[in-house]
């Protein structure tokens, strides 16, 4: 555990996430955080995926960050396939075990089958459903959050049947400790810790088993639902929202901050239709069908976005002056809000890496998830993230396929007897040596292959694949050849390139030959890396067959060179 600790700590310090997602603004009744429409969104700037490899992110369709430092995480892969690391806090990995792992462990019980919604409690205490509508859970059950009828911790996922059998689940939703799910007829099930009156039963008894949340409830459809730590709320097909239990704050909007022990509806927001809603800790969020933004509840932080810290009992409008809101977002386990606008603008506001906002500002982030990796405390995730994998490519995937093409090529090298496929316009655009070449030397008439015979294979097809990717992968010692092409076509970007590989794969036995390579391409930065380096292992770079072999007016110049440093006091 503390090794594991010790990791994410590392990780969350030491690194800045570049982000590239875009996120398409949601359709009616867009779920909470439980749910989310298919975005395209990196899951590597949570930290705790810093600790997996390119491939293994690859694979990843749906995933989730929770826990109270956002040091656990589940995700579902490609093939529908379960994975869990973390911590495992209270079992919450749900492995059978409660050993903390950084490896992915995959949970058999749950292969195959189709996770829709997912959500997390802070307990904490897992709810996931299928496909196939059915529930399950695991972790924290000390107030029988995971339906089962007892309070034993749940260490592996178990079937939610009790009052579900006949029922299709399509969404989930966990506060603190207890449990919500709405099944595909709108009926709203809740159970666990009931102190304050959140599974809406009348009572502050806590409920073993689902039950269903009646009182106004009873002939209304629902279409969302969401849990804020200690109370809950709902949104039926009309627009109308409803919410029960704790209310200290006044985060269930009803103008007083009286608990509630069954579904209150929000009768200042009467004469809207609410398309979203979301909670934080103690506050709520809900956008309506017109692109208008309420916040009420507690405000300790200004995760209301009013300008100040005042608790609101009622909804208030916010970012009145905003263009159209299309996506609001906020979970139970942090204080922070976010909102994005039709034109795509991302805003955050509340607890932001320890500050308080109180007004809603402007990021320079495409998609509201990544408020929460970047800035929230915990960096969790609002909602389960739907990873958008499809077979469309940038324009800078496109060229690096392409490259060394042949049914695509209107041009061949041809170095050392092998041939490299390229594309003419590319190289003019790439690269000026070649724009030149063409402009001046080539007709439609001239034979179609250009022989090389100065420079390697190896070095000359790492030279056309930079043109396509920006990217050389070459051994130090071919980084010379090409260091030697790039200062032939003054490809400045290149050499620097080179230098850098050079630097990074110099050894004691390549050294000299490294340092005679500097100096006869005039690079001079890399000239005075090579020389220190062999200053600093002189005896071992001396003994080296590449030392003895050396050029006798370079060898000499070294010699001076290194004596006037200090080299042979001794």
């Given at each position: 555990?503390?090794?594991?600790?010790?990791?994410?700590?590392?990780?969350?310090?030491?690194?800045?996430?570049?982000?590239?997602?875009?996120n398409?603004?949601?359709?009616?009744?867009?779920?909470?955080?439980t749910?989310?429409?298919?975005?395209m969104?990196?899951?590597?700037?949570?930290?705790?995926?810093?600790?997996?490899?390119?491939?293994?992110?690859?694979v990843?369709?749906?995933?989730c960050?929770?826990?109270?430092s956002?040091?656990?995480?589940?995700?579902?892969?490609?093939?529908?396939?379960?994975?869990?690391f973390?911590?495992?806090?209270?079992n919450?990995?749900g492995?059978?075990?409660?050993q903390?792992?950084?490896?992915?462990?995959?949970?058999?019980?749950?292969?195959g089958?189709?996770?829709?919604?997912?959500?997390y409690g802070s307990g904490?205490?897992?709810?996931?459903a299928?496909e196939?509508?059915?529930?399950?859970?695991?972790?924290?059950?000390?107030y029988?959050q995971?339906?089962?009828?007892?309070?034993n911790q749940?260490?592996?996922?178990?079937?939610?049947?009790?009052?579900?059998?006949?029922?299709?689940?399509?969404?989930?939703a966990?506060?603190?400790?207890h449990?919500?799910a709405?099944t595909?007829?709108?009926e709203?099930?809740?159970?666990?810790y009931?102190?304050?009156?959140?599974?809406g039963?009348?009572?502050?008894?806590?409920?073993?088993?689902?039950?269903?949340v009646?009182?106004?409830l009873?002939?209304?459809?629902?279409?969302?639902i969401?849990?804020?730590?200690?109370?809950?709320?709902?949104?039926v097909?009309?627009?109308?929202?409803?919410?029960?239990?704790y209310?200290?704050n006044?985060?269930?909007?009803l103008?007083?901050?009286g608990?509630q022990?069954t579904?209150?509806?929000?009768l200042a927001?009467?004469g809207?239709c609410?398309?979203?809603i979301?909670?934080?800790?103690?506050?709520?969020?809900?956008?309506?069908?017109?692109?208008?933004?309420?916040?009420?509840?507690?405000?300790?932080?200004?995760?209301?976005g009013?300008?100040?810290k005042?608790?609101?009992?009622?909804?208030?409008?916010?970012?009145?002056?905003k263009?159209?809101?299309?996506?609001?977002?906020?979970?139970h386990?942090t204080?922070?809000?976010?909102?994005?606008?039709?034109?795509?603008q991302?805003?955050?506001?509340?607890?932001?890496?320890?500050?308080?906002?109180v007004?809603?500002?402007l990021?320079?982030?495409?998609?509201?998830?990544?408020?929460?990796?970047?800035?929230?405390?915990?960096?969790v995730?609002?909602?389960?993230?739907?990873?958008?994998?499809?077979?469309?490519?940038?324009?800078?995937?496109?060229?690096?396929?392409?490259?060394?093409n042949?049914?695509?090529a209107?041009?061949?090298?041809?170095v050392?007897?092998?041939?490299?496929?390229?594309?003419?316009?590319?190289?003019?655009?790439?690269?000026?040596?070649?724009?030149?070449?063409?402009?001046?030397?080539?007709?439609e008439?001239?034979?179609?292959?250009?022989?090389?015979?100065q420079?390697?294979y190896?070095?000359y097809?790492?030279?056309?694949e930079?043109?396509y990717?920006?990217?050389?992968?070459?051994?130090?010692?071919d980084a010379?050849?090409?260091?030697?092409?790039a200062?032939?076509?003054?490809?400045?970007?290149?050499?620097?390139?080179?230098?850098?590989?050079?630097?990074r794969?110099?050894?004691?036995e390549?050294?000299?030959s490294?340092?005679s390579?500097?100096?006869?391409?005039?690079?001079?930065?890399l000239?005075e890396f090579?020389?220190k380096f062999?200053?600093n292992h002189l005896?071992?770079?001396?003994?080296?067959?590449?030392f003895w072999q050396i050029?006798?007016?370079?060898?000499?110049d070294?010699?001076?060179r290194?004596?006037r440093?200090?080299?042979?006091?001794?």
């Open positions: 555990t503390q090794c594991f600790d010790f990791a994410l700590k590392f990780f969350s310090s030491s690194l800045w996430f570049e982000v590239h997602p875009s398409p603004p949601p359709s009616p009744h867009t779920q909470t955080h749910h989310s429409r298919s975005i969104v990196d899951v590597a700037k949570w930290p705790i995926f810093s600790l997996m490899g390119p491939q293994e992110l690859a990843i369709r749906k995933a960050v929770f826990g109270t956002a040091n656990e995480a589940i995700y579902i892969t490609s093939d529908d396939e379960v994975y869990v973390g911590l495992n806090c209270s919450c990995l492995t059978g075990d409660s903390s792992t950084i490896v992915p462990k995959k949970l058999d019980f749950l292969s089958r189709k996770v829709v919604s997912l959500s904490p205490h897992i709810l996931l299928t196939d509508g059915e529930l399950f859970a695991w972790g924290h059950n000390g029988s995971l339906g089962n009828g007892t309070t749940g260490a592996a996922p178990v079937l939610v049947s009790s009052n579900l059998l006949d029922k299709k689940v399509t969404e989930v966990c506060g603190s400790h449990s919500m709405l595909d007829s709108g709203v099930y809740a159970w666990g009931n102190n304050c009156g959140q599974v039963s009348g009572s502050t008894a806590n409920q073993p088993t689902p039950r269903r009646s009182s106004c009873q002939n209304k459809v629902a279409v969302s969401i849990c804020g730590q200690t109370s809950s709320l709902a949104v097909d009309n627009g109308e929202v409803y919410g029960w239990g209310n200290g006044g985060q269930l909007g103008g007083n901050n608990n022990l579904p209150c509806r929000v927001l009467q809207l609410v398309q979203q979301v909670s934080g800790y103690a506050h709520t969020l809900a956008l309506t069908d017109e692109g208008l933004l309420y916040a009420w509840g507690a405000n300790t932080y200004g995760q209301l009013t300008g100040n005042n608790n609101q009992l009622s909804p208030v409008q916010i970012m009145t002056e263009e159209r809101i299309v996506e609001i977002a906020a979970c386990s204080h922070t809000s976010a909102a994005k606008t039709q034109s795509g991302v805003y955050m506001w509340g607890q932001c890496r320890g500050q308080s906002i007004l809603p500002h990021t320079h982030f495409t998609c509201t998830d990544d408020v929460f990796a970047c800035f929230a405390t915990p960096s995730m609002w909602r389960l993230l739907y990873m958008e994998h499809d077979d469309f490519l940038t324009v800078a995937q496109a060229l690096k396929k392409e490259f060394d042949p049914e695509t209107d041009l061949r090298f041809c050392d007897g092998k041939y490299i496929y390229v594309h003419k316009a590319v190289l003019k655009i790439r690269c000026e040596h070649f724009r030149s070449m063409f402009q001046s030397h080539w007709n008439d001239m034979k179609e292959v250009i022989e090389i015979d420079f390697s190896p070095v097809r790492s030279f056309l930079f043109l990717t920006d990217n050389v992968e070459l051994p130090p010692e010379i050849g090409l260091l030697d092409l200062t032939s076509y003054c490809e400045n970007r290149l050499k620097r390139l080179c230098q850098h590989i050079i630097k794969g110099i050894t004691v390549n050294a000299f490294l340092l390579a500097a100096v006869r391409y005039d690079a001079e930065d000239e090579c020389f062999c200053i005896t071992e770079v001396t003994q080296t067959a590449a050029d006798g007016n370079l060898l000499k070294f010699i001076c290194a004596s440093c200090g080299a042979f006091k001794n």
